[in-house]
């Protein structure tokens, strides 16, 4: 402290862990914030039709499309805390060959910055259906669910599954051609 | 810094940055002060209206603040100034020697410890 050059060392050294504890609070003080919000999910025109796929054993896959609408209002996840949310729309079902299959359809990016309402309508999906065989057609019980990552400013990131979901039956015929 | 100003011409040269010892731990505890109380009211705001950059921001406030208080010597950190033993043999100096090297006595008991 005898010289500027040592007070200023001083003083930014002390700043900074003033800083790491700030930041240490604010994670604590969002901890418990809510993370789940309803959201409205339905998809409509579900259709199956097999494709040429040379990754699987078979060789032949089962390819399926969907016409998605979702509706979601993620405003209350939003806090000092959070700087992005991203949301994504997976498939879950079971077949014969795998206990669980998910199969991410869609996904979206939502800043604090934005309106965080999220309504899409007749949306088509943004990766490819394909399963992992073909156990698609006819297929009862493909469940959709919006999940999301939140993404902090401070601490760790936090994975959370909204409540509302849509089952899609699919018809027992293939489509034949393109969809 | 005091290094550099001795690289200044002549008139400059008699400033200096040093603050005694009394100054010294009422600056650490100023400054201490002061970013502690930024740090508190900045949570506190940026907590109420949920903003993240006005925490920071009055962090940032209070870390000027703080610098311009403690880094420039001021004359309240001068208040209780060093009482050096005169060193006996300055006590005579020669018109020769202030004029010969800029500041530096040929002297070689000096160590540095002149601060008038």
New interface residues.
Partial sequence: ?????S??N???A??LT??S??TF??FL?TIWSQRVTDVTILATNPRVRVMPDYISESGRSDHAMVSLNIEADVSPIF???VKQLFMYLVAEYKTPKNTINQVVLWDKIVLRSERSVVIETNAAPKYYFIDDGQHLRGHENVTLYLKWNIIP?AGYLANAKAEGSYQVKFPSQYVSGRF | ??GIIQMLPAPLRRFS???DFAG?SK??KI??VI??I??II??VV??LL???WL??AI?GG??VL??LI????WPYFRKNPINWKPNPVDERPTPAAATKKEGASPNPKKDGKKHK
């Fill in positions: 402290m005898h010289s500027i050059w007070r200023a001083s003083v930014f002390f700043t003033a800083m504890a700030v609070a604010v003080s806090n000092w805390n400013n | 810094m005091d940055t040093y603050i010294q600056a650490e400054f201490q970013i502690v930024a740090s900045g949570f940026g907590y949920q903003q993240l925490t920071f962090l209070g870390f703080a610098n403690v880094l420039p010597c």
